[in-house]
């Protein structure tokens, strides 16, 4: 039995926001775990992240973290073709990733402390 081609659809999305995922990590992880960092390094780890990124092939994202994934991941390869200092590269790209960790973080917990409406039932 042949699968649907919305679980096709479903199964290639999948594997492009988990390519995206890798390529994000691994480029956080050199920039973060390597003492010598240099630009040649750089653009060395880009292209091999960018293999197996470009054998997926892109597929459109809605969701709003997924979008500003794609953009942050864009946004590492457009670097390697960059004049700027491998240290300027590595911060805007911590910021950027940060950004994106915390925006991810602020919709998973809600503190709910401060509600008044919570205890009012203690009366």
Do not use: C
């Amino acid at each position: 039995m042949a699968a649907s081609q919305k679980v096709i659809d479903s199964s290639n999305r999948l594997r492009y926001i988990r390519a995206l995922e890798r390529f994000h990590k691994s480029i956080i992880s050199y920039l973060m775990n390597t003492p010598q960092l240099s630009k040649k390094g750089f653009i060395k780890k880009i292209d091999n992240a960018l293999k197996l990124l470009n054998r997926i092939g892109e597929i459109d994202l809605y969701k709003g973290e997924l979008k500003d994934l794609q953009n942050l991941v864009k946004k590492m390869a457009s670097f390697k073709d960059s004049e700027k200092d491998i240290e300027d590269i590595k911060e805007e790209i911590i910021y950027a990733s940060n950004q994106l960790d915390k925006s991810k973080n602020a919709k998973r917990y809600k503190k709910d402390k401060h509600v008044s409406s919570k205890y009012d039932d203690w009366d």
